[in-house]
């Protein structure tokens, strides 16, 4: 019979209620959408005139382990010139999943993938695989906007997750948003400093 460890009387059966297992409820939903907000925010920070990805890695204590957005490796000419040439961007730009998974500096086996505004392509869903993500996060609204090609990188990339079981979970574009801007709600404007300075 079990004994109670924590009983003033040792030598009494344990009175346990039914369920004792502490689980913790975790609104994936909420996090996926706060993950994705910061994406965006990364997204923003490209260069590329015509198309901005970020991306993000988090572990499963939802801890950033890298984040990345597409643009020329480090120390390249990345000027509007170079970026609009279309054949010279795609024969050499990093996509936002590559530069998060080379500017990792914690292990990235078993974290989770967010990209915005768009799901990884083949190439990076493959190298998704091989370094260990176990989840896809990414957003579903430009995908009609988006060329033959890309879908089919899309479709191929799908199929991919699908044989090793990797979850892609896509969410509403409109969804991802930062709420009421709060990232920017602290920062005064140049109109209201001039006013407090004023005599
Ligand atoms: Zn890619």
């Given at each position: 019979?079990?004994?109670?460890?924590?009983?003033?009387?040792?030598?009494?059966?344990?009175?346990?209620?039914?369920?004792?297992?502490?689980?913790?409820?975790?609104?994936?939903?909420?996090?996926d959408?706060?993950?994705?907000?910061?994406?965006?925010?990364?997204?923003?920070?490209?260069?590329?005139?015509?198309?901005?990805?970020?991306?993000?890695?988090?572990?499963?204590?939802?801890?950033?382990?890298?984040?990345?957005?597409?643009?020329?490796?480090?120390?390249?000419?990345?000027?509007?010139?170079?970026?609009?040439?279309?054949?010279?961007?795609?024969?050499?730009?990093?996509?936002?999943?590559?530069?998060?998974?080379?500017?990792?500096?914690?292990?990235?086996?078993?974290?989770?993938?967010?990209?915005?505004?768009?799901?990884?392509?083949?190439?990076?869903?493959?190298?998704?695989?091989?370094?260990?993500?176990?989840?896809?996060?990414?957003?579903?609204?430009?995908?009609?906007?988006?060329?033959?090609?890309?879908?089919?990188?899309?479709e191929w990339?799908?199929?991919?997750?699908?044989?090793?079981?990797?979850?892609?979970?896509?969410?509403?574009?409109?969804?991802?948003?930062?709420?009421?801007?709060?990232?920017?709600?602290?920062?005064?404007?140049?109109?209201?400093?001039?006013?407090?300075v004023?005599?």
């Open positions: 019979m079990k004994k109670n460890p924590f009983s003033l009387e040792p030598d009494k059966p344990a009175i346990l209620p039914a369920e004792t297992t502490v689980r913790r409820v975790v609104d994936y939903s909420v996090w959408l706060r993950m994705l907000a910061a994406a965006k925010l990364f997204s923003s920070w490209s260069k590329d005139p015509s198309t901005r990805v970020g991306a993000l890695l988090v572990d499963s204590s939802r801890r950033f382990v890298s984040m990345g957005y597409n643009g020329f490796a480090a120390g390249l000419d990345d000027s509007v010139d170079r970026l609009s040439n279309r054949e010279y961007k795609y024969g050499c730009v990093l996509h936002a999943e590559e530069n998060v998974f080379f500017n990792a500096t914690a292990p990235l086996f078993g974290t989770t993938l967010y990209t915005y505004p768009m799901p990884p392509c083949s190439k990076c869903t493959a190298a998704a695989i091989q370094v260990g993500v176990i989840r896809i996060v990414s957003v579903s609204g430009h995908y009609r906007t988006l060329s033959s090609d890309w879908k089919e990188k899309l990339a799908r199929e991919m997750c699908e044989q090793v079981s990797i979850p892609i979970v896509l969410y509403p574009l409109e969804q991802v948003s930062f709420p009421d801007d709060a990232l920017f709600r602290f920062v005064p404007s140049p109109d209201s400093l001039d006013k407090k004023a005599p």
